[in-house]
């Protein structure tokens, strides 16, 4: 089973600042299959990246994913008031395993 | 608009069974995979099981695999979760989700709002 640490668990940042949010796996990650997703309180987990670097549909383009193998990275390249909120990662190449999370807060 | 509306949630005593239900609609059921996903509240998201749109490809983690079994009724645009023995870490918010294709292997484009268990005497 692929285990992912996310890191830092909490990001503290103002409204305007950049973001970046780190994902590294206990082995290689097949085919890029690593997504992210954003789950606010009291609502469901939402798809923002899928491939590494694919958005999903409907995804501002602040949002970004990038890296291969076992290291990836999420950037938000200005937080917006609505993107504070707890980020995972996930890979999907059976078992699927998703991250711990990174809390992005208000500074 | 797609949706997923799971159901079946409740509170059950150590060693019973329960079932979960999630029905869909505003896409075509049968071209997609599903997936059930629980989260302790709180904490963290963990996958559960997962089908193609088929069924033909199953998956659990090892956390409930021999104990819970997935299904679908695609007639019925319906995704399930029978569990059986249930235990105290058991309990959680159970979310169906779909996959982004027909493929297993592809992260989840919609979730349902959740069916919380509670596993307690």
Known sequence: EIVLTQSPGTLSLSPGERATLSCRASQSVSSNYLAWYQQKPGQAPRLLIYGASSRATGIPDRFSGSGSGTDFTLTISRLEPEDFAVYYCQQYASPWTFGQGTKVEIK | EVQLV?????????????????????????????HWVRQVPGKGLEW????????????????VKGRFTISRDNAKNSLYLQMNSLRP????????????????????DYWGQGTLVTVSS
Request: aromatic share 16%.
């Open chain 2, 89 to 108: 870490e058991d309990t959680a918010l159970y979310y169906c989700g779909r996959g982004r294709t027909y493929s297993v292997y592809d992260p989840f």
């Open chain 2, 6 to 34: 799971e159901s079946g949630g409740g509170l059950v005593q150590p060693g019973r069974s329960l079932r979960l239900s999630c029905v869909a609609s505003g896409f075509a059921f049968d071209d997609f995979a599903m």
């Open chain 2, 48 to 63: 559960v099981s997962g089908i193609t749109w088929n069924s033909g490809n199953i998956a659990y983690a090892d956390s």
